[in-house]
């Protein structure tokens, strides 16, 4: 089974897609599911989903190791095409996973208790991201 998501953003976040996928996922059976992100400057995410603050705390570190390149720290960036979040969303997504595998037991994924899988937006302006999945049973 293949599929694509679509994921509407409005600045840098967390979006959770579990229940997305897990929609499409309930009568697949046992197998893997393989997620890609198609785009380079945003991330793909497997972290907890049960305190917000985890992801206020997750995405103020991001900005810590790579501000926008218009902060002092980070006038060595050349790469500014589409603004001073272009490289720095380049490096964000360098450091995070672009892609994830899960396994799947009875059309579930096997994610512990507390986790989620998330699309994270590293960029400010809004995007409409897309993820591939596929999931094959076996």
């Known amino acids: 089974m293949i599929r694509q998501f679509q994921i509407a953003t409005a600045g840098p976040a967390l979006h959770?897609?579990?229940?997305e996928?897990?929609?499409?996922?309930?009568?697949?059976?046992?197998?893997?599911?393989?997620?890609?992100?198609?785009?380079?400057?945003?991330?793909?995410l497997i972290q907890e989903n049960a305190d917000p603050d985890m992801?206020?705390?997750?995405l103020g570190w991001l900005d810590?190791?790579?501000?926008?390149?218009?902060?002092?720290?980070m006038r060595w960036l050349t790469h500014r095409d589409e603004g001073p979040?272009?490289?720095?969303?380049?490096l964000k997504a360098a450091?995070?996973?672009?892609?994830?595998?899960?396994?799947?037991?009875?059309?579930?994924?096997?994610?512990?208790?507390?986790q989620g899988v998330?699309?994270?937006?590293?960029?400010?302006?809004?995007h409409l991201r897309q993820v591939a999945a596929h999931f094959r049973a076996g």
């Open 85 to 90: 979040d272009d490289m720095p969303a380049h």
């Open 118 to 126: 998330y699309l994270v937006e590293h960029r400010r302006a809004p």
């Open 21 to 44: 996928l897990a929609d499409w996922l309930h009568d697949a059976g046992d197998g893997v599911l393989t997620l890609m992100v198609r785009h380079t400057s945003c991330s793909l």
């Open 64 to 73: 810590r190791i790579a501000p926008p390149a218009d902060h002092p720290s």
């Open 95 to 114: 450091i995070l996973p672009v892609s994830l595998q899960v396994p799947v037991a009875s059309g579930r994924m096997m994610l512990g208790r507390w």
């Open 16 to 19: 959770e897609m579990t229940g």
């Open 55 to 58: 992801r206020r705390d997750l």
